[in-house]
């Protein structure tokens, strides 16, 4: 299963972004380069979420659907993720507790 990095690009607090910051993603992708639900509805324990703090992984959690769209959850915390695509060079918004947008760029997707 391909592995994601993502670092965060910006926030309210890091308007230059951080690049200890960030999340370490175990997920299947389409062809397209989207989050593939039905890979995800087969095996969901295996979409996991290493959240990296200081360059560290700090805590471990999971990809999830919720409804309509992705959450990543790491122990009781729920952070709403938004992105159409997952390559190198794209963005997508993870929103933390409190609802502040925190802006993340794809990194590194490497194949499982």
Do not use: C, K
Request: cysteine-free; proline content about 7%.
């Amino acid at each position: 299963m391909p592995r994601v990095l993502m670092l965060l690009a910006y926030s309210h607090a890091n308007p230059d972004g951080d690049v200890t910051d960030g999340f370490d993603l175990s997920v299947s992708l389409t062809p397209q380069g989207r989050l593939d639900t039905e890979a995800w509805q087969r095996d969901p324990p295996a979409w996991t979420v290493r959240r990296l703090h200081g360059g560290v992984a700090e805590h471990d959690g999971a990809l999830v659907r919720a409804e309509d769209s992705w959450v990543i959850r790491v122990g009781e915390e729920e952070m709403p993720l938004a992105g159409q695509v997952i390559r190198p060079g794209e963005y997508v918004t993870v929103r933390g507790a409190g609802g502040e947008a925190r802006i993340y760029r794809i990194v590194e997707v490497r194949p499982g």
